[in-house]
């Protein structure tokens, strides 16, 4: 039997970035909101385990690195990294098949401010010329932008784990109610549609750790439960939608998408190496900020290019033939029981991971050999990581004597029909189906990451700057190796103009509904260069915008939310 229902204008699934912003909006807008939260404000391992996948996809990493059942959600895990998408991607473009994203660029770009604002990474300026502290140097000196471009920026956040920087506001707004350890279990709907043609969620259920059951009843339903989980629970309300809530034209838990990212190239620069910015640099308000190589607008239509970024990295920190000191001593540092409390445990082991066999013995003897600059690096590093207050450094860079660096390629994966997720007889605890992830790479994702290393190394030797070299003898078998995700997930919900198109439209609303949304980068058509944090932060923005004009509307008062109870009620009482 389900306890007295929980009410308020807004119910909003999920405390992650997404759900967090949605909800303060609201509350500040004067909204009565209710945030419900499946984990807490502290990891808790029963609540992650229902974030489990079934199988063992050999492209995907397990949902324990990639999902986080806790207030903050997914930041608890993230590197900090704030880029948003491109014009190009919002346009009509063959490589992306029949995925069309249903609304234009500048529509969402008045919002990207604002998404700064909430990620706490500066002003909204994402290109080194545009910020004239940066703009009188190029990456290598005499670089010019032509079809390979140098001077777009990737900001970085506090960094901002959204759990920590809003839990007390959170906590204690007059319009806000966070509810933790309630897992949101199925989205309950009218079977038939309204006289105006709209169908309408009457109820959301939700279990707790305790296994008793409450209902939540909103004016307005925002999931933002992730990419996948969203996606879950879209699956499992199926009470009045065979097959899940959204899945009316087959689209739900299709065009699942990641990112390309591998390393198989090196750039060596013919210019002065002391010259070459092969790290983080700062804008005048102290951000921490970083320049990619990326392709012009123009090639990507004339070439038939995904969007791509490429950008200078260390040598792998595993492999000890790379001689340094402070490599081998930040390997040796993340190996040990310390690592997993210097970054997120999915970041920990790609830092580890390596192609080459290594040894503790050779590491250490790199240390003792470079002992000096090793202990600098630990003593410098170690303060502006870990110690100094305000922003911290988000990461580190060592230079190349040689002025020759790898090169980690981050591209689009293009939207793929047999890349999905489905739901699985394996129930959680909460009795919810598992799911199973089919993540796929196609050809042209193969053959589009030679393709940009090419046009990269013909815009160096053409400017007599350098050179682009490929790392392994079978290039494409290098890539097809490397090729892993689920990090950042999308397409699974994805947004369309038409209803057989997709699964949202273009205000994020599920097709055939007024009242329910989804706030998740499921729904973004397709997947850009760039993480999907920051470009879902300013979703949400505009989500929240626009349910506050509806809600303030008079034809947006259908129902007035009950008055939150008291400290005596039961409800109240609740966990959180």
Known sequence: MAERALEAEVAVVGA????????????????RVLLLESGGTRFDPEAQELADLVGSDPHHVEGELSMRRQVGGSSNLWGGRCVPFDPIDFESRPIVGEARWPLRYDEVSPYLQRACDWCRCGRAVFEASQLPELADRAIVPGFADRDVRAGELERWSLPTNFGRVYRAE?????????ETGLTCTEVVSSAEPSPQGRRRVDHLLARRKD???VAIRAEKYVIAAGGLGATKLLFASDGSDPGGIGNHSGHLGRWYMAHVEVRVGRVVFTTPP????????RDEEG????????LSPELQRRESLPNAAIWLVNPEIGDASHGSGILSFVYLMLISPLGRYCVAEGIRQAHIKTSSPTSVRAHLGNVLRDLGPAVAFALSFGYRRFLRRGRKVPGFFVPSAANAYPLLYHGEHLPHWESFVEPTDQLDACGMPRLRTNLHFGEVDVRSVVRAHEQLDRSLREQGLGRVEMIHDDVEGAIREQL??????AGTTRMSKLPEDGVVDENLAVHGFDDLFVASSATFPTSSQANS????VAFAVRLADRLSNELSSPSGRRRRAAPRPDSASPVAAAPG
């Open 16 to 31: 992650g970035p997404a759900g967090i912003v949605v909800a303060l909006e609201l509350a500040r807008a004067g909204h």
């Open 484 to 489: 892993f995700g689920g990090y950042h997930q």
């Open 274 to 281: 002391e010259q070459t910015i092969y790290g983080h640099e």
């Open 170 to 178: 959170l906590e204690r707004s007059p319009s806000l109610q966070l």
């Open 533 to 536: 944090t920051f470009m879902l």
């Open 211 to 213: 296994g008793s059951r």
């Open 287 to 294: 951000v921490y900020v970083r320049r990619r190589f990326t």
